[in-house]
């Protein structure tokens, strides 16, 4: 029988499959995330007290694509879509290190083979 560990990092590699898919496929961000990405460029131009001050909402996520940015423009060069490719990968990461935690909260409330239906 496979265990649990298999069939999660199975179900996480899945996971990463289809979202790399779908940043492929995605041309334009959200409508709402066009204010994150605006709101990460900031936090390359301005000093961060000054642009986590000035925005409403939480500067978590644009200070992590402002971040993930650099490293993006690294492989694929700079470019809008190198903007929109660094806030989906942030949020593929973001998704992806959610599973384990559903995972292991499922797994102890019921068993294995609801906490990988969960996943």
């Known amino acids: ?5 298999r069939c999660l990092l199975a179900l996480v590699l899945l996971a990463a499959v289809l979202h790399l898919l779908g940043i492929r496929r995605t041309l334009l961000p959200a409508q709402d995330g066009l204010k994150f990405l605006r709101v990460a460029r900031e ?4 000093p961060w007290a000054d642009v986590v001050r000035g925005t409403d909402q939480h500067p978590l996520y644009p200070a992590l694509v402002a971040l993930a940015e650099p490293v993006v423009a ?3 060069g700079h470019s809008p879509h190198t903007w929109r490719v660094a806030a989906q990968g942030v949020a593929m990461l973001a998704s992806l290190a959610l599973l384990a935690p559903l ?3 499922t797994r102890a409330l ?3 083979r609801i906490a990988l239906l969960a996943c």
């Open 1 to 5: 029988m496979i265990t649990g560990r």
């Open 43 to 46: 936090f390359q131009t301005r």
């Open 74 to 76: 690294s492989v694929a």
């Open 103 to 105: 995972f292991v909260l």
């Open 110 to 112: 019921f068993d294995e």
